[in-house]
């Protein structure tokens, strides 16, 4: 059981940078590949990033890349999400999400999530 509490939202101008947190329970985090989606208003859930369990090799969706870096720290037992060059579509509710498989952009295979944190870009 992996109980995952996000935080780091806020509210910036388009440019700007945030870092979101995600705080991981239980002692076999590093056994987990950890993932970022995203939920705009209106829209399905959307895979952000993804950082594997083994050799923390990292995916990006394609609307995020170049300027969103996933990173982890299994002595803290935390995943982050740096955003920067933020843009007013970047505007969602983030959530973490830990999986035991390898990384995949597929939300159903992430077994436990986190409660999210807004993120709202203004032009």
């Known amino acids: 059981q992996v109980q995952l509490v996000e935080s780091g939202g806020g509210l910036v101008q388009a440019g700007s940078s945030l870092r979101l947190s995600c705080a991981a329970s239980?002692?076999?985090?590093?056994?987990?590949?950890m993932g970022w989606f995203r939920q705009a208003p209106g829209k399905e859930r959307e895979f952000v990033a993804a950082?594997?369990?083994?050799?923390?090799?990292?995916y990006y969706a394609d609307s995020v890349k170049g300027r969103f870096t996933i990173s982890r720290d299994n002595a803290k037992n935390t995943v982050y999400l740096q955003m920067n060059s933020l843009k007013p579509e970047d505007t969602a509710v983030y959530y973490c999400?830990?999986?035991?498989?390898?990384?995949?952009?597929?939300?159903?295979?992430?077994?436990?999530w986190g409660q999210g944190t807004q993120v709202t870009v203004s032009s």
């Open positions: 999400a830990a999986t035991l498989a390898v990384a995949t952009m597929d939300s159903g295979r992430y077994a436990y």
């Open positions: 239980g002692r076999t985090f590093r056994a987990y590949t």
């Open positions: 950082i594997n369990w083994n050799d923390e090799s990292t």
